[in-house]
């Protein structure tokens, strides 16, 4: 009878189930989403039907160049969080490899973590004005100090054992660091740039919301003058999807690449 | 010939901390290790032994003394000297073949020969089979199977154990020591062998050195004198019955030493 219960302490629940709870939460939200809506509870200018949602979604791809928006949005998302990752990643392998290096930088890119990446805003249209630059720079900045800590923090934590076992088989320093730091970190480091390019995600409507002309922001701004909230929730629906197929993709790919790290 | 010479070798840890007094875990030892020498050094847990073979691999530099690897003074750690960790050690990324490659690479060896040698030590281990498994799934006597043979690819002049074997069950250790044995028997290797058993202490080695407690030196060196190849039929024999009780009375002090 016990062995029977759904609900049990830290046991894991079969990929069927699992699959059929996580839908169940979709259905029941878009329900109760639906009899707010159609049962007038709610007014419509206020909050639009799933249906009228979907509907306008389809008008914005088929009828007003949404797909020039999106892909504006990703190009940004994407850039701004390669910019960051290729100066993470090599200091952040350096912080944690070497001690001074690491002394020297971290108590700055820790402080300068906490600074919320959306308050540069007025500073940067100041600097570089409202173009493209703006928004690749917030995106950076959202992502590069995060991104540079947790690298840190992931090299450090490297195995001494390991490479002491490199050294007494022939390795130099610099070796270790290429046969031993590099490899062993790979994984995590990997699962840190899938964590902050979602972080990316966070930070780059608000970027949008000033001074754009395009993208899914730029979009959202805009009908909130129309009050169109059919327009606003496809945008924001749309941003949670192209972010989880990001994800996905992204833990994918990891999956493959470092298959030796995952559970026998 | 002695191809290690440990000359008044010391280490002291400082303390790190104000007003702590650093500790001494090494007085100053002497011990030569001759060519094709099985030589296991015996004592009591925090002894110093694992720091001695720490120097010796060049992984801790000694205060005090030298070491010296057929004449030459040891300055860092390197491949001349293999050495099998306690600890798990072998890269997870790296299937056994791989591992055991590790040394060969760092070499420059060409592929056909580190398929070469890498066939021959899985070989030797009985690893057979399991030429592209991951650590991960190998049990823990299987991958120090494989430390062994990553050590011994590399061809060292000496080879370094660290307890290699206290992790282990007592039937794989049993297993595993006639297993190293054997390599020893058919391959004339110079090999250190750090542990606190004293049936594998006496069971391998071809001289059994006796550590004291903290701060540890060398108390007593003994030649074990039984016939290769030997079989694990020797541990009943009333010689070795003897030698046992004589090493136990030697641990059993400092053992109590340490605890007072």
């Known amino acids: ?264 | 010939m002695s191809r290690l010479s440990i000359r008044n070798v010391g280490k002291i840890f400082p303390s790190g901390r104000r007003g702590v007094p650093p500790t001494e875990a090494l007085k100053p030892v002497s011990l030569e290790i001759g060519d094709n020498d099985f030589i296991t050094v015996l004592g009591p847990s925090g002894c110093g032994k694992s720091t001695l073979l720490r120097l010796v691999a060049g992984l801790e530099t000694p205060t005090s003394g030298d070491i010296l690897l057929d004449g030459a003074p040891i300055s860092g750690p390197g491949a001349d000297r293999g050495v099998v960790f306690q600890s798990y050690t072998l890269f997870p990324w790296l299937t056994v073949r791989e591992n055991i490659c590790f040394g060969l690479r760092e070499k420059n060896m060409s592929a056909a020969q580190q398929r070469e040698i890498s066939e021959r030590f899985i070989a030797q281990v009985g690893l057979r089979g399991f030429e592209n498994h991951y650590p991960k799934q190998l049990s823990g006597g299987m991958q120090q199977r494989v430390a062994i043979a990553r050590a011994l690819a590399n061809d060292p002049k000496i080879l370094l154990l660290d307890e290699p074997f206290g992790a282990l069950d007592n039937q794989t250790r049993v297993l595993m020591q006639e297993l190293l044995l054997g390599i020893w028997e058919q391959a004339q290797k110079t090999v250190m062998f750090i542990t606190h058993d004293i049936d594998e202490a006496i069971f391998m080695a071809s001289r059994v050195v006796v550590m004291s407690a903290r701060p540890g030196r060398i108390k007593a060196e003994l030649p074990v004198d039984f016939p290769h190849p030997r079989s694990y039929t020797v541990k009943t024999s009333p010689e070795f019955m003897a030698l046992k009780a004589r090493l136990t009375e030697e641990i059993r002090a400092e053992a109590m030493a340490a605890d007072h």
């Open chain 1, 1 to 264: 009878m016990r062995e029977d219960r759904l609900m049990k302490l830290l046991v894991p629940v079969s990929r069927e189930k699992r699959t059929l709870l996580g839908v169940a939460f979709f259905v029941v939200f878009v329900a109760l989403w639906g009899l707010i809506t159609w049962s007038g509870a709610v007014p419509k200018h206020f909050l639009a039907s799933p249906w009228q949602t979907v509907q306008s979604a389809w008008d914005l791809f088929a009828t007003q160049g949404f797909t020039h928006d999106v892909g504006m949005t990703i190009w940004r998302v994407v850039g701004g969080f390669l910019l960051a990752a290729v100066i993470a990643v090599p200091l952040g392998i350096a912080m944690g490899t070497y001690k001074p290096i690491e002394a020297f930088f971290e108590p700055f890119v820790s402080f300068a973590r906490y600074l919320p990446a959306s308050a540069f805003i007025p500073l940067l249209i100041l600097w570089v004005g409202i173009g493209e630059a703006q928004k690749l720079t917030v995106i950076f900045i959202g992502c590069f100090f995060q991104l540079t800590l947790m690298i840190t923090m992931i090299v450090s934590a490297t195995r001494r054992d390991l490479i002491e076992a490199a050294y007494t088989l022939g390795c130099q320093d610099t070796a270790a660091i290429r046969r031993v730091v590099l490899p062993g970190a790979a994984p995590e480091i990997a699962e840190a740039l899938r964590q902050v390019l979602g972080l990316g995600w966070t930070y780059i409507i608000v970027a949008e919301l000033i001074g754009a002309s395009s993208g899914i922001g730029h979009m959202i701004t805009d009908s909130q003058a129309l009050m169109a909230t059919d327009n606003i929730i496809a945008g924001i629906v749309i941003i949670g999807l192209v972010g989880l197929i990001s994800d996905l993709a992204f833990k994918k790919v990891n999956q493959r690449l470092f298959a030796w790290s995952l559970q026998r």
